[in-house]
């Protein structure tokens, strides 16, 4: 079936650096997608969300960038900090029309700070 | 303050037993889900529920078995039926489910269920 997948597992970066985490998607018909955090041992944590109809969009030094030409997204921490070090997911919305709209998840990319 | 709750956040269980993971949610949303984790692999949905008394299986629904007789709580049941049930389990909800909405999933901070 389609899935969400990472080009990387394990992203290593220096503090200070800007990390930037890659995810291809398949599904032509996806029109939301999300980016969620997880540290160990915890539930993911909502970090941003893009609409399909958007190429760009900022956060908190955080920002989502989707090119649906070759179906990517990014997702780029600007200055990273030991503290973001966690598995990042990236996440799709199938709009199947009625009334079920699933999300599909990526298997993540785990992002290692190094001070 | 508002927000998802899982219990226990560590459970075992043997062979054989039935067991109950709760969670709640005091966000007023309408949609719950649960999800199952594995290292290595994405979250995979096992059921979800648009609405009070309703519920429909995802995509691992096989072993497993929910209610939602109120809107703040989703329980999961994890039967004997489940060949390989140690994991990560996960509970989320958001607003709405259905139709153009957007809305993100909120996570609870989940329970690790170990069979022994």
């Known amino acids: 079936g389609e899935s969400v997948g990472l080009h990387l597992p394990t992203l290593s970066v220096q503090e200070g650096d800007n990390s930037i985490i890659n995810c291809a998607y398949s599904n032509s018909a996806s029109d939301y997608f999300i980016w969620y955090k997880q540290e160990s041992g915890k539930g993911p944590q909502f970090i941003i969300d893009i609409r399909s109809n958007m190429d760009k969009r900022q956060g908190q030094r955080v920002t989502v960038l989707l090119n649906k030409t070759v179906k990517h997204l990014s997702l780029q921490i600007a200055a990273t900090q030991p503290g973001d070090s966690a598995v990042y997911f990236c996440?799709?919305?199938?709009?199947?029309?009625?009334?079920?709209?699933?999300?599909?998840f990526g298997t993540g990319t785990l992002l290692a700070v190094q001070p | 303050d508002g927000g998802i709750t899982q219990s226990p956040k560590y459970l075992f269980r043997k062979e054989g037993q039935n067991v109950t993971l709760s969670c709640e949610q005091n966000l007023n949303h309408d949609a719950m889900y649960w999800y199952r984790q594995d290292p290595g692999q994405g979250l995979r949905l096992i059921y979800y529920?648009?609405?009070?008394?309703?519920?429909q299986k995802g995509d691992i629904a096989e072993g497993y078995s929910v209610s939602r007789e109120k809107k703040e709580s989703f329980p999961l049941t994890v039967t004997s039926a489940q060949k390989n049930p140690t994991a990560f389990y996960l509970c989320a909800s958001s607003i709405h489910l259905s139709g153009l909405a957007v809305n993100e999933q909120f996570f609870g901070p989940g329970t690790r269920l170990t069979v022994l």
């Open positions: 996440a799709e919305r199938l709009f199947q029309g009625g009334a079920t709209n699933k999300l599909i």
């Open positions: 529920s648009q609405i009070v008394n309703d519920f």
